[in-house]
């Protein structure tokens, strides 16, 4: 994946993988969805992977900065929707472990 010029064809502008309700209606004796693990990891990788090229390109002669912090902004919304979905997911094993 590389970091395009245009805000609308990066790779983080697009929608999260998951709607923000996909946990309600998984019960304590429910299994969650392979998919939902799945998409939850893809989630973070994603966030990884552009964290560390926004890094990298951060102290590059000529890099247009309002990009990088609009960039770092939309990778600090992918980690906060990963670390959600992630604590509801650990939440509704913990729920079905007890």
């Known amino acids: 994946m590389t970091l395009s010029t245009t805000p609308s064809a990066s790779p983080i502008t697009g929608p999260?993988?998951?709607p923000a309700t996909e946990?309600?209606?998984?019960g304590s004796s429910a299994d969650?969805?392979?998919e939902c693990w799945r998409d939850i990891l893809e989630l973070w990788l994603s966030w990884n992977e552009t964290h560390d090229q926004?890094?990298?390109r951060m102290f590059k002669a000529?890099?247009?900065l309002h990009e990088l912090e609009c960039?770092?902004?939309r990778a600090d919304?992918?980690?906060f929707e990963a670390v959600r979905r992630s604590k509801a997911l650990l939440a509704t094993k913990t729920r079905r472990a007890g």
């Open 54 to 56: 926004v890094q990298a």
């Open 23 to 26: 946990f309600a209606a998984v």
């Open 16 to 18: 999260f993988p998951l």
């Open 32 to 34: 969650v969805p392979e």
């Open 71 to 73: 960039l770092l902004d």
């Open 62 to 64: 000529g890099e247009n």
């Open 77 to 79: 919304e992918m980690r």
